[in-house]
């Protein structure tokens, strides 16, 4: 459920949303293989937790040398920090847009309440506590939402149909890239050992990692629904995540837009906790200051990468073009290889004894692994070359 709710933030809803209200139903066939690769690296790396005693970036020391555990963690701080502004701005603007307030005051209100939580006893069950709710807080929205809009099932059914209408492909590369996340997938290792899973104890905690996964394949389909029911009629342009909630106003009325904008607080500050938490555990791991979330190292990193999304937020009042770039950049260069570690470290018979993947699982991995270097050509195409 953690890895579900950071995965799922304003950047997943923006995308979402555009999707369905510039594509309609089209696109939904995208969704169904897309959480099925995301459950197979988050399979992986769940195995990987619960057989290993040491953590994953650790596992990469210890077979590739330092510099790649270190790359591999400074590669992941830089993403998660660079797109945390898009976090806090979504969590500031629910309130504001709602409330008819700036959002200034919002955004330094749940930056600072971010950071309380770290000072609980046991952040890690704060943590799951926060997230569920979160979660809970998203379906229960967007869900309404759907039920609002009382889509054709006919034409959801024919979305389920493969096609890419013309001019949707770097919108759907965005939707694979959000809801497939390596950093992801890649932490779920770090959240299975920090609930202290152990090896006998496998099956359930898949059973976990699965479920979450599926409850964010629900809501990602229930978002693109909406759009394509709301706002494709209406012929609304999504340039933001709040867009959706503006147009459920003046057809359902004001309360209906601020059950959504509930929803997009939902997502929005469980990916700011989230990917804080990330981004300043495996910076902390990297650096070799430890990896657990009572440590005080991890809360100092953590607690860098809400400032750095608050300040950004705060200077810009958006997510700057060029952090962007710069989180594409290393995207295009790191994750790639970080899917294809996660693999190796999987089929390690040494690390994994008899838990090492079996045929299906391998064969899903290399599928997502060609994905990811898919993902990887296209934006340096279109940064680079185009």
Do not use: H
Not at 230 to 253: F, N
Not at 351 to 370: A, F, K, Q, T, V
């Amino acid at each position: 459920m953690i890895t579900a709710a950071l995965v799922f933030g304003p950047g997943s809803l923006t995308v979402t949303s555009k999707l369905g209200a510039a594509f309609g139903f089209d696109l939904l066939w995208v969704i169904p293989p897309t959480v099925l690769l995301m459950i197979c690296f988050t399979l992986m790396s769940t195995k990987i937790g619960v057989k290993s005693p040491i953590s994953l970036l650790q596992l990469f020391r210890k077979k590739w040398g330092k510099w790649a555990a270190i790359a591999c963690g400074f590669a992941l701080f830089f993403v998660t920090a660079s797109f945390q502004a898009g976090n806090t701005i979504g969590a500031g603007i629910a309130f504001a847009e709602s409330l008819q307030t700036p959002a200034w005051p919002w955004i330094v209100l749940v930056s600072f309440s971010a950071i309380g939580l770290l000072f609980f006893k046991s952040f890690y069950k704060i943590l799951e506590r926060v997230m569920i709710l979160m979660v809970s807080v998203m379906l229960v929205s967007f869900l309404f939402t759907l039920f609002l809009s009382n889509p054709d099932w006919g034409m959801v059914l024919e979305g389920l149909s493969p096609k890419v209408p013309e001019g949707a492909l770097l919108l759907l590369v965005a939707l694979v890239a959000s809801s497939f996340s390596i950093g992801g997938a890649f932490y779920q290792s770090y959240l299975v050992q920090e609930k202290g899973w152990k090896s006998n104890e496998s099956k359930p905690a898949m059973v976990e990692g699965v479920s979450g996964i599926l409850v964010l394949g629900v809501i990602t389909g229930t978002i693109m629904m909406s759009a394509a029911a709301i706002l494709r009629p209406q012929g609304v342009e999504v340039t933001s995540a709040g867009d959706m909630g503006i147009a459920l106003a003046p057809l359902y009325g004001n309360w209906a837009g601020v059950v959504f904008m509930i929803g997009l607080f939902g997502a929005s500050f469980s990916s700011l906790v989230g990917n804080a938490t990330i981004g300043g555990t495996l910076c902390s791991d990297a650096l070799n200051y430890g990896r657990s979330l009572n440590g005080l190292p991890v809360k100092l990193f953590i607690s860098l990468v809400i400032f750095i999304g608050a300040f950004v937020a705060l200077a810009f009042g958006r997510l700057p073009l060029e952090l962007i770039v710069f989180a594409q950049g290393i995207t295009i260069f790191a994750v790639p290889f970080i899917g294809l570690g996660i693999l190796l470290v999987a089929n390690d018979k040494a690390i994994m004894g008899e838990s090492i993947n079996g045929r299906l699982l391998n064969i899903m991995g290399i599928l997502g692994i060609l994905v990811l270097f898919f993902l990887a050509g296209t934006n340096f195409y279109q940064l680079f070359i185009k």
